[in-house]
């Protein structure tokens, strides 16, 4: 049996086209864009790269788009005076303040100065406290583009047994927290579980979330099982460059029912709910209906 391949270019592309879609109405409706932010201090490449990529998907699906390139030595007074400014600002509907901070920055603090309501990526606690306790809020954009397809995939979730490898706050925990939501058994494993094969073998759907590079190997897989990599894994092969997952894609594809690819799979699909997410912070903002098979 070979897995199905499950296409987050093109679910990405179907989500960015109904954002638009969207856009293009509050527009016409009721005069409003909405408008995301983008602070991005320093120069590491790989973030330049993000922010470039989140900036130009923002204006396509009609959005406006403020991008704040701060340089690396600035001060947290005045990271968290730019915020205090956007906060405030009634053109600006989604505040992205991309990570990982320069080291003199304290990140907690940063995320924790945004404005819940425009807080897009999730991570304010007080967005982590209401999606722990089934309360409407902002949910991170890689778990939630992850639950969409999962959505997509198998209609209900309820009852399955859901696998989570990895722990962080970005990805494995709030992904944990939706799957829960969908009704699913949740485990979240990491590095330290003991017999982590074993667990990985129980899992319905299994979530690899760890920055390893193909550390999941497809016996780990459960047959038939759906199997979301999240990892985007740059290594040399064959005096190569390659992006990889965490899942050992090649042996995988052979024993799961659907599998996401790297490149191609989750990546896509967290700039697509990126937009998304600022989308339904400025319907909430607006007093307006946010926008259904978008949000969790
Ligand atoms: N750096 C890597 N991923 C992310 C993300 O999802 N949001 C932010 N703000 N920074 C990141």
Not at 236 to 244: I, P
Request: net charge negative; charged share 20%; with cysteine.
């Amino acid at each position: 049996m070979t897995a199905t391949i499950i296409d987050g270019k093109a679910f990405a592309a179907k989500v960015r086209g109904e954002v638009a879609a969207h856009v293009a109405r509050l527009k016409e409706e009721h005069g409003i864009t909405p408008g995301l932010a983008v602070v991005l201090v320093g120069e590491d490449p790989a973030s330049q790269v993000y922010v470039r990529n989140k900036g130009t998907q923002t204006l396509e699906v009609g959005m406006a788009s403020f991008e704040h390139k701060l340089p690396a030595e600035t001060s947290e007074a005045d990271l968290l005076a730019l915020i205090a400014n956007l906060n405030a600002d009634p053109a600006v509907h989604g505040i992205l303040v991309q990570l990982p901070l320069p080291k003199h920055l304290d990140s907690d603090l940063v995320i924790n100065a945004i404005d819940p309501a425009k807080d897009v990526d999730g991570f304010h606690i007080s967005n982590v406290g209401l999606l722990g306790t089934g309360q409407k809020s902002m949910v991170p954009c890689t778990p939630l583009g992850c639950l969409m397809m999962l959505r997509d995939h198998h209609g209900s979730l309820a009852g399955l047994n859901a696998v989570v490898v990895g722990r962080s706050n970005i990805v494995g925990k709030p992904m944990a927290q939706l799957l829960l939501g969908d009704s699913c058994t949740v485990t979240i494993a990491h590095s330290r579980t003991k017999d982590l094969g074993a667990v990985c073998r129980g899992a319905d759907i299994l979530v690899a979330a760890v920055g390893r590079p193909e550390m999941i190997p497809g016996d780990w897989v459960k047959p038939g099982a759906t199997v979301i990599d999240v990892g985007i894994n740059r290594i040399e092969r064959d005096g190569k460059g390659k992006l990889v997952g965490d899942v050992d894609f090649g042996s995988a594809v052979k024993v799961a029912g659907a599998i996401t690819p790297v490149p191609g799979g989750v990546g896509p699909m967290t700039i697509a709910c990126l937009l998304a997410n600022t989308l339904t912070a400025c319907c909430r903002a607006n007093g307006l209906p946010e926008p259904a098979g978008l949000t969790a």
